[in-house]
């Protein structure tokens, strides 16, 4: 990247360095700064004055030390060979970096592409031949990445004319001109790789609304609070909920093509358990079991990285996602978490002597956030062929003490569709997900109803039936409070029975098991089927029953003791074991649970 010196420092307060002397510089573009070459951005210009935000730690930075322009905004470098890798906040690969260094740590101003120049791709051209006219966004060829990913070779969006040139199949690399376009007498190459600016969303044809579930294999966010493909969702709770973990089962086990995860500073031990986890875990494409890192990029910014780069870790995220959609996939961002970006954001603005809002954080807090989550989505795509896409993007908050009312808490809470609200009392007496029934919510689903109708029709009315017993026992448990359990109707004390095996066995799964790491979304239907079976039969058999033979909730406890503890324990039949076998499982307790409220007729 060429530069061209320009300006000087003339003051440096932590991560903000004001140059002068910076004639001829643009917003957000990409600076050096001093002897070190640190990365930095412009967030303000005044007159020649430029405020930079520079990404990487500034101590030993002097007054007069030299200022360099770059001429470009931060920009990501996409092309294939960005699954799989582990990028800092600016797209520095991570392990490139430890193999230059051969130190544990990033040395200051270290420059190192994102993709490797050498790489040969096996490309394969698509769609278009010399002659034919092309728009922006297009897909002109592709390239097996690896065993899960299918990389599509697109021209940027904004690219028009007539195509002059298309290179044959072959071995390239990201380098390698592959398709010459002319519009107006001017000639435009085109790589295999692409440059794009963070900071401004890929566009696309139009925007739609997501209409098929976020399968993530957790029972409690896939039977009840259940997201879309190119949903907005946040995970708030205070420290130890499982933040965290949620995130992480989501990376590896939902129904995405791709994941991009950002780890934005979060503790490094985290990052470190996502590196050495998911290369173990594995998924199976075509017969074979890949790991699902194929799938993944993650983004690392930790906790004891210069906090800037946590702002642009968040946007590389974005960007990243927003590159794998553009071929047509379905992609999913986790951040972890966004609260500590907003104190980043707070430590910039405080630095720039803005005045500050709600607790100190910068007034336009709630557009940033929001600025973020409206890049996800499920979108028409430009170019040809028309395909869809989709980003769904899931963000963990930390707000101190578990208190949802702290401003990054709420400003999320007015932008997202989904809320996983997780409970600390739930997470102290070990109920993981600690996710709170009555607090979450998720406003796709009626969006989702189609889907529903057409793949599980039964689902939704149990849901609901699911739903008001939880809701009815909350209601209850202050009634027992007061005037204890005996007291209370059959009907109620049979709600309050369901409520438990609701909570504790259907809603709560250990994500460090080996039954209940994942949980099929037909496992989840199944389980639900059977405790609303129980519980519908139950009920009957309660309301009709007569003075002589008085059917009781201990009655029924008693009598149908080994197909209660059944029940309870559907969860531990192993999805490994398959669907069928799992299903027959299932149907025959079904049946179970139908003869044995038989018995109470008559
Ligand atoms: N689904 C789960 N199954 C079993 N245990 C869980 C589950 N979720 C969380 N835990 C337990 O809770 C602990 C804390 O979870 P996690 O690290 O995700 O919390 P966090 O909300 O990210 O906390 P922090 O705010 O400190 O980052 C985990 O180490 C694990 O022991
Ligand atoms: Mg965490």
């Given at each position: 990247m060429s530069t061209r010196k320009v300006g000087g420092v003339f003051s440096v307060s932590g991560p903000v360095v004001i140059a002068d002397n910076m004639l001829g510089a643009a917003m957000y573009e990409l600076v050096r700064v001093g002897h070190f070459n640190l990365v930095g951005e412009i967030i303000r210009l005044e007159e020649d004055r430029a405020t930079i935000q520079v990404?990487?730690?500034?101590?030993g930075l002097t007054v007069g030390d030299p200022v360099r322009c770059t001429g470009q905004p931060l920009s990501l470098q996409l092309g294939p060979g960005c699954m799989g890798r582990i990028y800092d906040g600016i797209q520095r690969p991570l392990e490139k970096i430890a193999e230059i260094t051969k130190d544990i740590y990033i040395p200051r101003g270290i420059a190192a592409n994102a993709l490797n120049d050498d790489d040969k791709w096996a490309f394969v051209p698509l769609n278009f031949k010399v002659g034919d006219p092309i728009t922006g966004g297009s897909i002109i060829g592709e390239v097996q990445e690896n065993n899960i990913i299918l990389h599509k070779i697109m021209v940027k969006p904004g690219v028009a004319g007539k195509v002059t040139m298309v290179a044959p199949k072959g071995s390239y690399t990201?380098?390698?001109?592959?398709m010459k376009t002319e519009d107006g007498g001017v000639v435009t190459e085109h790589k295999m790789q692409q440059f794009w600016p963070v900071r401004s969303p890929r566009p696309v044809n139009e925007k739609l609304a997501g209409d098929s579930p976020l399968l993530t294999g957790q029972r409690v966010i896939d039977a009840l609070f259940p997201s879309v493909l190119g949903g907005t969702c946040a995970v708030p709770g205070a420290f130890g909920c499982g933040k965290t973990v949620i995130s992480q089962a989501l990376s590896k086990y939902s129904n995405s093509d791709c994941i991009i995860y950002v780890g934005c500073g979060e503790r490094g031990n985290e990052m470190a358990e996502v590196l050495k986890d998911f290369p173990e875990l594995t998924m199976e494409v075509n017969g074979k079991d890949v790991s699902i890192m194929l799938r993944t990029t993650l983004v690392a910014n930790t906790s004891?990285?210069?906090?800037?780069?946590r702002e642009a870790s968040i946007y590389t995220g974005i960007t990243l996602a927003e590159y794998m959609r553009d071929m047509g996939m379905d992609a999913s961002m986790m951040a972890d978490s966004t609260s500590r970006w907003a104190e980043a954001l707070r430590e910039i603005s405080g630095r720039l002597a803005e005045m500050p809002a709600d607790s100190g954080y910068p007034a336009y807090l709630g557009a940033r956030l929001a600025s973020f989550y409206e890049r996800s989505g499920k979108a028409i795509l430009l170019g040809t062929p028309e395909r869809v896409g989709s980003i769904s993007i899931v963000g963990a908050v930390s707000p101190p003490g578990g208190d949802f009312s702290d401003p990054v808490c709420s400003a999320t809470l007015g932008i997202v569709q989904v809320f996983w609200g997780l409970d600390k009392k739930l997470a102290q007496r070990k109920h993981?997900?600690?996710?709170h029934w009555l607090l979450s919510y998720s406003k796709y689903l009626r969006a989702l109803d189609p889907w529903y109708e057409a793949n599980h029709p039964e689902f939704p009315p149990m849901r609901t039936i699911i739903k008001e017993i939880l809701q009815t026992e909350d209601d209850l448990t202050e009634i027992v409070q007061l005037v204890g359990k005996d007291s209370l109707a059959e009907s109620d004390k049979l709600i309050l029975e369901v409520a438990k095996i609701i909570k504790?066995?259907?809603?709560?799964?250990?994500?460090?098991s080996d039954y209940d790491r994942v949980c099929p979304f037909y496992k989840s239907v199944w389980m639900m089927t059977n405790i609303v079976e129980f519980y519908t039969l139950a009920r009957k058999a309660i309301e009709n029953s007569t003075a002589e033979n008085k059917v009781t909730t201990h009655r029924i406890k008693s009598t149908m003791n080994d197909t209660i503890y059944k029940i309870v324990s559907q969860?531990?039949?192993?999805?490994?074991?398959?669907e069928d076998v799992l299903v027959a499982h299932f149907k025959a307790l079904n049946q179970e649970i139908k003869d044995g409220f038989h018995a109470f007729e008559g």
């Amino acid at each position: 990247m060429s530069t061209r010196k320009v300006g000087g420092v003339f003051s440096v307060s932590g991560p903000v360095v004001i140059a002068d002397n910076m004639l001829g510089a643009a917003m957000y573009e990409l600076v050096r700064v001093g002897h070190f070459n640190l990365v930095g951005e412009i967030i303000r210009l005044e007159e020649d004055r430029a405020t930079i935000q520079v990404y990487e730690e500034t101590s030993g930075l002097t007054v007069g030390d030299p200022v360099r322009c770059t001429g470009q905004p931060l920009s990501l470098q996409l092309g294939p060979g960005c699954m799989g890798r582990i990028y800092d906040g600016i797209q520095r690969p991570l392990e490139k970096i430890a193999e230059i260094t051969k130190d544990i740590y990033i040395p200051r101003g270290i420059a190192a592409n994102a993709l490797n120049d050498d790489d040969k791709w096996a490309f394969v051209p698509l769609n278009f031949k010399v002659g034919d006219p092309i728009t922006g966004g297009s897909i002109i060829g592709e390239v097996q990445e690896n065993n899960i990913i299918l990389h599509k070779i697109m021209v940027k969006p904004g690219v028009a004319g007539k195509v002059t040139m298309v290179a044959p199949k072959g071995s390239y690399t990201i380098n390698d001109i592959v398709m010459k376009t002319e519009d107006g007498g001017v000639v435009t190459e085109h790589k295999m790789q692409q440059f794009w600016p963070v900071r401004s969303p890929r566009p696309v044809n139009e925007k739609l609304a997501g209409d098929s579930p976020l399968l993530t294999g957790q029972r409690v966010i896939d039977a009840l609070f259940p997201s879309v493909l190119g949903g907005t969702c946040a995970v708030p709770g205070a420290f130890g909920c499982g933040k965290t973990v949620i995130s992480q089962a989501l990376s590896k086990y939902s129904n995405s093509d791709c994941i991009i995860y950002v780890g934005c500073g979060e503790r490094g031990n985290e990052m470190a358990e996502v590196l050495k986890d998911f290369p173990e875990l594995t998924m199976e494409v075509n017969g074979k079991d890949v790991s699902i890192m194929l799938r993944t990029t993650l983004v690392a910014n930790t906790s004891n990285m210069p906090v800037a780069a946590r702002e642009a870790s968040i946007y590389t995220g974005i960007t990243l996602a927003e590159y794998m959609r553009d071929m047509g996939m379905d992609a999913s961002m986790m951040a972890d978490s966004t609260s500590r970006w907003a104190e980043a954001l707070r430590e910039i603005s405080g630095r720039l002597a803005e005045m500050p809002a709600d607790s100190g954080y910068p007034a336009y807090l709630g557009a940033r956030l929001a600025s973020f989550y409206e890049r996800s989505g499920k979108a028409i795509l430009l170019g040809t062929p028309e395909r869809v896409g989709s980003i769904s993007i899931v963000g963990a908050v930390s707000p101190p003490g578990g208190d949802f009312s702290d401003p990054v808490c709420s400003a999320t809470l007015g932008i997202v569709q989904v809320f996983w609200g997780l409970d600390k009392k739930l997470a102290q007496r070990k109920h993981f997900p600690s996710l709170h029934w009555l607090l979450s919510y998720s406003k796709y689903l009626r969006a989702l109803d189609p889907w529903y109708e057409a793949n599980h029709p039964e689902f939704p009315p149990m849901r609901t039936i699911i739903k008001e017993i939880l809701q009815t026992e909350d209601d209850l448990t202050e009634i027992v409070q007061l005037v204890g359990k005996d007291s209370l109707a059959e009907s109620d004390k049979l709600i309050l029975e369901v409520a438990k095996i609701i909570k504790d066995d259907y809603l709560q799964q250990n994500g460090f098991s080996d039954y209940d790491r994942v949980c099929p979304f037909y496992k989840s239907v199944w389980m639900m089927t059977n405790i609303v079976e129980f519980y519908t039969l139950a009920r009957k058999a309660i309301e009709n029953s007569t003075a002589e033979n008085k059917v009781t909730t201990h009655r029924i406890k008693s009598t149908m003791n080994d197909t209660i503890y059944k029940i309870v324990s559907q969860k531990f039949q192993l999805p490994t074991s398959g669907e069928d076998v799992l299903v027959a499982h299932f149907k025959a307790l079904n049946q179970e649970i139908k003869d044995g409220f038989h018995a109470f007729e008559g």
